[in-house]
């Protein structure tokens, strides 16, 4: 069942260009530097945002100590087989908000990943929603886990969506 | 903190152009069809893909009774800030395999949506890991509800993450 | 693999006797009424506590509009065999806080039910913790769904545990 | 708002006794052999059940190499305020079955915790379902972390509820 692809399939075809940096820089950055001056230095920009960000159209928009906001505007290439913005979508929001949040807590030298994610879907996201906003937020944190939650919001301040993580710290050698 | 964007950071810049179609067609005959007709249509080349398969380079591989299997491989852009395949993208491959398979046992004029989603990230995905495959498989049905549950596993078959689900089925009109 | 029950060895042995009265007042009380004159009488002890709280020693102590919160005081009885409270009497505070926040938002003649938990542990409870705190809050409410979220607290106010939820809402007939 | 208890309502009261062991000698035990043999010797009734399995009414039935199964029989005294067996002791069986589960892997003065809990209820349970087996499977292990999953039968093998959940390894010192 290899399936056609749209690039065959001119009629109604719309395209998108976009461009993304070297993530190597900044996955070196993000272990040297605490997590905070981490986030100082992306803010300024002297870091590139990160691949994902420039695929999804997604930015960081606010971080401070234990707290990450992300933005999203919902396009049609976002969509899923039942015209909404797909679910993952919104599960990368709130595992980029969740994250950083916990990453902000962070010392140099200190790595952490995500263990999971529970997200629930509350509302559909459509081109309709307007941006959308995720605010990430540091719950419980210990010395080898953190969990966190996360709330996306339409630009109503309906809740679209709500999630919840661990994060495994992993102190450096 | 508005963040620059890699277009004005020109060093070490990569470019992606990709193409997806309306996606309306494709909305209007989930709902019309049974699902076991509409994958089967999908997978002939009669309808496009989903836009969202198109952003993250994900595809529809197998589908049939209770059960779908897609496949994503790896590539830069979907690199997250810590230099390895974001979460939200698992995420989104788990997502598309469990409502999938949820979406083959809806008779026409039934319409499902996914009412969560939980993960767990068990093992980092990178361009080393070769493609992934996500099998997503029906666990309950009932009248208003259904669970599923969905693997993800590297060329190597080890298991990268494992997700379960709930949907909630609407009886159309 | 049959396991020797305690009451096959003497030494050391506990014993408790507790008592609960026939649920099925209850569960119809719960159907009759708006779930907040639900609350009210349970409250005002027109009906007895469900089988549950009296087996595990769990008191709602507080219900208004949206909100539940109930108590438990570790027992060794509850312990697991790793020697602290087993994390299912976690998740049963979290479940009955988020299924009464719920409920209080219902009318009389709907019922509801509970999809699924997700609960974090994120610290171990012991007799040290003292009486442990579960406030359970409604997140988002729809026509066929609700979520919600609860907290665990210990004496010293420690976050225990935290989880999220849905709730199936179904109109009688 | 203090509830009324069961003992101060003498009609249709039901009363119950049981009994348990000092848990000490278990998590003693837990901790100074390999898990697979702690495991043999708990089902050779050489260490008494754990005080949870007493007041729940749960039991283990077969354990081996990163499987474990539960069997409960619900009792009205399991019952939550809308009649049913409460949410929270299918939660005690997944977590349960899990985290034996995961203990089969483990080599004495390796410990381990339950760092969360994810179950999706399918399936009401009541004395009708009749006993309930729940097995626990490991998913993946790693040096750190272990994922595992549950599934929750009645006695005529629907599925009553299924669970996801991570464990926390911790390597003794």
């Known amino acids: 069942m290899p399936q056609n692809t749209t690039s065959e399939q001119p009629e109604a075809v719309r395209r998108r260009t976009y461009a993304w940096a070297d993530p190597q820089l900044l996955a070196t950055a993000a272990q040297e530097l605490d997590g905070i001056d981490f986030f100082e230095r992306l ?99 210990g010395r080898r886990t953190a969990t966190a939650e996360a709330e996306i919001t339409d630009k109503t301040g309906r809740v679209i969506g709500h999630a919840i993580a661990t994060c495994l710290i992993m102190a450096g050698s």
């Open 43 to 141: 803010g300024d920009g002297k870091f590139p945002p990160p691949p994902i960000n420039e695929t999804l159209g997604m930015a960081l928009v606010e971080v401070n100590d234990g707290r990450a906001v992300f933005e999203l505007t919902p396009e049609e290439w976002h969509y899923n087989p039942i015209g909404t913005v797909h679910g993952g979508i919104l599960a990368t929001l709130a595992d980029s908000a969740l994250g950083c949040a916990v990453h902000t807590k962070l010392k140099a030298g200190t790595a952490y990943t995500s263990l999971d994610l529970t997200i629930k879907f509350t509302r559909a996201a459509t081109l309709d929603s307007g941006t959308l906003t995720c605010e990430g937020r540091v719950v419980t944190i």
